[in-house]
């Protein structure tokens, strides 16, 4: 205690105080930044110096950040917000070996409070009290050296001298290193905290608040027209799947019964299907917007019609049913129902299932006799990391299965059992639709179109969860199932689905846009056939 006192009674400098934040930061919140290290240069002689230089280099290159900022009454709140920061940022790296991209922040900002708890855990609060709070404290509680203006800002400038100096001669020394480092190992610089999440989190606001001013609301395809039809009225349910991977589902080979239910109904399973986004914030809009994964922005997106509000405008029922957290902004002009309460949604244990929108579906269609009618169905699927959650307990057939939110605990077999599970539910939920379309099919030309937004990685290299910037994401994040089931009047689409390995071939979430308005035979100039995959040549 007297130490500790004696440490409060003592006098800083803002530089030092500042040198220690960037050392603590280095030490305790880059475990991540260093394991990714450790995997390209294994800790030998020859590396040690390489590795104990990069600690060194990171320490310099925060100082020479926060030195220009952390100054007069901002240093201690800025220091202490970037301690909260790196130290939350820590414990997601170290936990699911996240990267805080602008996809993640995306997500972040979108989550639910439910989804939040999915992730809480004691181990959080160990990150944050020992490697956050306990040194903000100190950081508080830290008395500054009170300087004349000049004499501050003097010492300012040495300090960002001798740090520019530092990152010169630790690169000037181990030279070759860092120049192979550089170019061979780009992705591992990401894991820098809290470089990457303060660039992260500046880049997203800037997008954010650039994009926010400017763009007025476009409504786009106002030529669109239904084509007159001999047949009966279409039924179609798309159903948005959620965090499902296409090697996960035995329709498409994986050697474990994940699709028993679909397996007996005649679907088509498409197995080359790629994503736009690695999180549903992104991924949801994207493939309803008219913009392909190259041009697709969140601004633009939200401020155009999308292909609901077009088929609604050209006479088709439109409506968008959701026991996820929301419809990321694609349905605010169309009919909306959440289906996350027992007051709404029949099916509830635990949680509420994706098989209680089939309740609001059967009501839907009664209550439109004339048109025809497109039901999105936005599933809860296998949001991650607490899988065992998503299905009920007789759905439990592979086990044991992991239970907590805390994945790295977790077998890598204990994961898989829960992820597996959570599809074997969608499976059955998927073929609950069908068998529920059949029924309507005296009155119905019935589809059934299922797209997941984007897939997850369980563990693969030790990453987790989904998310990552796009350009780096594992494969596991992309490529996604899609599978369709027709009824009667589809012709044009059977035949298309009997050419030889049509089913191989490959499509993404920009085909969605054009693909239903081919499917509900809607004219207009927006639509481009090339992308419908469905359409003739
Ligand atoms: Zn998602």
Redesign the pocket.
């Known amino acids: 205690m007297r130490i500790v006192n004696r440490v409060f009674q003592r006098q800083f400098s803002a530089g030092t105080v500042i040198v220690a934040v960037a050392v603590w930061m280095v030490l305790f919140c880059n475990y991540s930044f260093f394991s990714n290290v450790l995997g390209v240069y294994p800790l030998s002689l020859g590396n040690v110096g390489f590795i104990v230089s990069l600690g060194l280099l990171l320490v310099a290159v925060t100082v020479l950040l926060l030195a220009p900022f952390a100054a007069g009454r901002l240093l201690k709140p800025l220091l202490i917000a970037m301690l909260l920061v790196a130290s939350m940022s820590a414990y997601f790296m170290d936990s699911y070996n996240l990267i805080v991209s602008t996809e993640l922040i995306e997500?972040a900002m979108q989550t639910d409070s439910s989804e939040t708890m999915g992730l809480l855990s004691l181990k959080l609060v160990v990150y944050l009290g020992l490697f956050g709070i306990l040194p903000a404290v100190l950081v508080y509680r830290a008395r500054i050296r009170p300087r004349p203006f000049r004499a501050g800002l003097l010492s300012r400038v040495k300090l960002l001298g001798v740090s520019l100096v530092a990152i010169v001669a630790i690169i000037g020394v181990f030279n070759s290193a860092y120049a192979s480092f550089f170019r061979e190992h780009k992705s591992v610089r990401f894991y820098t905290n809290p470089v990457t999440p303060v660039y992260t989190a500046i880049k997203y606001a800037d997008e954010k608040l650039v994009g926010n001013t400017t763009l007025p609301y476009q409504q786009i395809g106002l030529d669109a027209q239904q084509q007159p039809s001999a047949g009966k009225r279409r039924l179609m349910v798309l159903v948005v799947g959620?965090?499902a991977r296409e090697d996960h589902f035995s329709l498409n080979g994986y050697g474990r019964d994940t699709n028993p239910l679909l397996a007996e109904r005649q679907v088509t399973s498409f197995d080359n299907v790629w994503s736009c986004g690695t999180?549903?914030?992104i991924?949801?809009p994207c493939m309803f917007s008219v913009l392909d994964r190259a041009h697709y922005g969140e601004q633009q997106a939200k401020s155009t019609d999308n292909v609901l509000d077009i088929l609604q405008r050209a006479g088709v029922n439109v409506a968008w049913l959701d026991n996820?957290s929301d419809s990321k902004g694609v349905a605010l002009r169309v009919p909306y129902v959440s289906y996350r309460s027992s007051d709404v949604n029949p099916i509830c244990d635990a949680e509420c299932r994706d098989e209680g929108m089939l309740e609001g579906v059967r009501k839907y269609v009664k209550e439109h006799p004339t048109g025809d009618i497109l039901i999105v169905l936005h599933q809860m699927?296998s949001?991650g990391p607490e899988y065992a959650k998503r299905y009920p307990s007789k759905f439990a057939h592979f086990s044991p299965s992991c239970q907590s939110n805390l994945l790295e605990d977790c077998s890598e077999a204990e994961i898989n059992n829960a992820y597996d599970n959570s599809i074997r539910y969608t499976d059955y939920f998927l073929s609950r639709v069908i068998d529920y379309l059949k029924d309507e099919s005296a009155d119905f030309s019935p589809a059934m179109l299922y797209l997941?937004?984007?897939g997850e990685s369980l563990g693969e290299n030790g990453i987790y969860l989904?998310g990552f910037p796009y350009a780096l994401a594992p494969d596991d994040q992309k490529h996604v199932p899609m599978v369709f089931w027709s009824g009667d009047g589809y012709t044009r689409v059977q035949n298309k689905l009997a050419q030889k390995d049509f089913v191989h071939r490959k499509f993404s979430q920009d085909n969605l846009f054009h693909t239903l308005l081919g499917l509900m035979d809607v004219k207009t100039s927006v639509y481009q056939p090339a992308l419908d995959m469905f359409a003739n040549g």
């Open positions: 997500s959620e965090t999180a549903t914030a991924s949801v996820n699927g949001h997941s937004d984007h989904h």
